[in-house]
């Protein structure tokens, strides 16, 4: 296992409750970081499978601690502007600063587009995509104030680089995700802070459950098309993609900016 050196830093996790935000926010705390461990903590913006409740928040917040790192964990809805706003100056006030921003909040609800109802259309570009934009602009602003540089990381998906069928709009936002992780990372670059995006295959997570109970009938056909979405035969597990954020956000990727780093078990080289 590469060794990382996060001692001193703070790191804001979206969607940290569970699945991938809690494994980042328990890597980045295993290499000596604090976390703020966020996320919305209610089911809502169209999600047709439970998101996850304060209580997993909370013990998210104990696996960050028993790893070794202090933990603040705050509800905080990535589509909300003010509750980001309110959140990210929490966060200052009790670490100081912000040093990397992973953001991973994210929900994907099943539907052909041409049955899409704007409901689930509009929240899944909020939370996806919007949310991306929000926190980055507030996470953003401290960090030049700052002066310091810093770390973005975005997560985006094997649907930010091809077709996810199915899932049309989660595919929209997902490569919107890319677009804006370049835009960011050439209006940043001047501050020394890096952006970059993640982009998994199926990973082993309550969202992939979610996704498969939700796969309705006459969806059938378009499920079908998925194919093989992995080269090996095992699943991806959180940590395999906490580690590409441990990477990208550690001194070692101090000139990596404006990538879309695949963590796909060879999906996309298909
Ligand atoms: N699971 C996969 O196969 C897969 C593959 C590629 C990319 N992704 C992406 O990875 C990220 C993490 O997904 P996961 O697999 O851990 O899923 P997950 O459903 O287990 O976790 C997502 C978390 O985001 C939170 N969340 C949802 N909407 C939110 C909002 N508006 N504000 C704040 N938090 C919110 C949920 O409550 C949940 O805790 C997402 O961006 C997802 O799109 C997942």
Same mark, same amino acid.
């Given at each position: 296992?590469?060794?990382?050196?996060?001692?001193?830093?703070?790191?804001?996790?979206?969607?940290?409750?569970?699945?991938?935000?809690?494994?980042?926010?328990?890597?980045?705390?295993?290499?000596?970081?604090?976390?703020?461990?966020?996320?919305v903590?209610?089911?809502?913006?169209?999600?047709?499978?439970?998101?996850?409740?304060?209580?997993?928040?909370?013990?998210?917040?104990?696996?960050?601690?028993?790893?070794?790192?202090?933990?603040?964990?705050?509800?905080?809805?990535?589509?909300?502007?003010?509750?980001?706003?309110?959140?990210?100056?929490?966060?200052?006030?009790?670490?100081?600063?912000?040093?990397?921003l992973?953001?991973?909040?994210?929900?994907?609800?099943?539907?052909?587009?041409? +049955?899409?109802?704007? #409901?689930?259309?509009?929240?899944?570009? %909020? !939370?996806?995509?919007?949310?991306?934009w &929000?926190? /980055?602009?507030?996470?953003?602003?401290?960090?030049?104030?700052?002066?310091?540089?810093?770390?973005?990381?975005?997560?985006?998906?094997?649907?930010g680089?091809?077709?996810?069928?199915?899932?049309?709009?989660?595919?929209?936002?997902?490569?919107?995700?890319?677009?804006?992780?370049?835009?960011?990372?050439?209006?940043?670059?001047?501050?020394?802070?890096?952006?970059?995006?993640?982009?998994?295959?199926a990973?082993?997570?309550?969202?992939?459950?979610?996704?498969?109970?939700?796969?309705?009938e006459?969806?059938?056909?378009?499920?079908?098309?998925?194919g093989? +979405?992995?080269?090996? #035969?095992?699943?991806?597990?959180?940590? %395999? !993609?906490?580690?590409?954020?441990?990477? &990208?956000? /550690?001194?070692?990727?101090?000139?990596?900016?404006?990538?879309?780093?695949?963590?796909?078990?060879?999906?996309?080289?298909?």
């Amino acid at each position: 296992m590469v060794t990382y050196d996060f001692d001193g830093k703070t790191v804001l996790v979206t969607g940290a409750a569970r699945g991938q935000g809690r494994s980042h926010a328990v890597r980045f705390a295993e290499h000596g970081a604090d976390v703020v461990v966020t996320d919305v903590c209610e089911t809502k913006h169209g999600s047709r499978y439970e998101l996850s409740d304060e209580s997993d928040l909370a013990d998210t917040v104990d696996a960050v601690e028993d790893a070794g790192g202090d933990a603040l964990g705050l509800r905080m809805d990535v589509t909300d502007e003010a509750e980001v706003e309110g959140a990210v100056e929490h966060a200052i006030d009790e670490f100081g600063h912000i040093d990397v921003l992973a953001n991973n909040a994210g929900i994907a609800p099943v539907g052909g587009l041409m +049955d899409l109802d704007e #409901e689930t259309w509009n929240g899944t570009l %909020d !939370v996806v995509l919007k949310g991306v934009w &929000l926190c /980055s602009k507030h996470v953003g602003k401290h960090m030049i104030e700052r002066g310091e540089g810093g770390r973005i990381v975005n997560t985006s998906s094997t649907a930010g680089l091809v077709a996810s069928p199915g899932l049309g709009h989660y595919t929209a936002a997902k490569h919107g995700v890319i677009g804006l992780t370049k835009a960011l990372a050439t209006e940043l670059a001047e501050y020394g802070i890096t952006v970059n995006a993640v982009c998994p295959t199926a990973v082993d997570t309550p969202m992939t459950g979610g996704i498969v109970e939700t796969i309705d009938e006459d969806l059938g056909e378009l499920a079908e098309q998925s194919g093989t +979405d992995n080269l090996f #035969e095992d699943i991806l597990q959180p940590e %395999d !993609v906490s580690n590409a954020f441990l990477w &990208l956000s /550690s001194e070692d990727a101090q000139f990596v900016t404006g990538i879309a780093l695949p963590v796909d078990a060879g999906a996309t080289a298909l």
